[in-house]
């Protein structure tokens, strides 16, 4: 998810922009390639750079194992994939949760929506795809908004690094919040955001 909030004209900067988990990753690369002449201000919430994938440089990272057993559920039952996704992205598996079926039944109807290319080839993208030097370049106020209980983006690998390599970041830490933080600690993230673009 990315949301823009583009000023009256084209030579004004943007007031700022905003995304989660692989979305993130869309506004370090936006950064990364054309500055931040337009940026005033980015918000990165749950998101995945600078790099998902465990490897030599990222020894933190999660291992290539992992992004070929969903790779492996998509092609064996899209549909199923989505539905067991649903649970530790919202944290629904966390003894004593809350679980709200509707919540779950809009995530799987979202990942329908998908269609299975997109399904299978943005674990590609979203697991692989270094980040870093983009991360680098972002040279504006940075919000940076992680759950210490996300499964998806582990906050170590993702947050709490993006939040050293961004020069003017800010990380906010959300207690126990999940991967879909926005939903199931949304009057968190609103105050988060508000208190942000004020500032």
């Known amino acids: 998810m990315i949301w ?17 988990s692989t979305g993130g990753g869309e ?7 054309y500055g931040t002449e337009r940026v005033a201000k980015a918000v990165l919430i749950g998101a995945v750079p600078p790099l998902m994938l465990k490897t030599s440089t990222n020894p933190g990272g999660v291992p290539i194992e992992v992004f070929d057993q969903l790779r492996a559920a998509v092609v064996s039952d899209r549909s199923q ?26 995530f799987w109807l979202q990942g329908m929506m998908a269609g299975f290319p997109a399904s299978y080839y943005c674990i590609k993208a979203f697991s692989e795809t270094d ?14 908004l992680h759950g ?27 207690p126990g919040a999940p991967h879909g933080v926005c939903t199931t600690h949304k009057h968190e993230i609103n105050q988060y955001l508000l208190e942000f673009i004020k500032s």
């Open 148 to 174: 210490d209980d996300d499964q998806i983006v582990p906050i170590d690998d993702s947050g709490r690094l993006s939040a050293k390599i961004v020069k003017k970041a800010t990380l906010k830490v959300i």
């Open 81 to 106: 994939f989505w539905k067991d996704l649903s649970l530790p992205f919202y944290g629904y598996n966390r003894p004593g949760a809350k679980v709200s079926e509707e919540v779950r039944e809009s």
């Open 27 to 33: 506004v370090a690369r936006y950064i990364g390639r």
């Open 131 to 144: 980040q870093t030097e983009d991360l680098k370049k972002i040279d504006v106020p940075t919000l940076v």
């Open 4 to 20: 823009r909030s583009w000023s009256n004209t084209l030579t004004s900067k943007t007031q700022f922009m905003l995304a989660h």
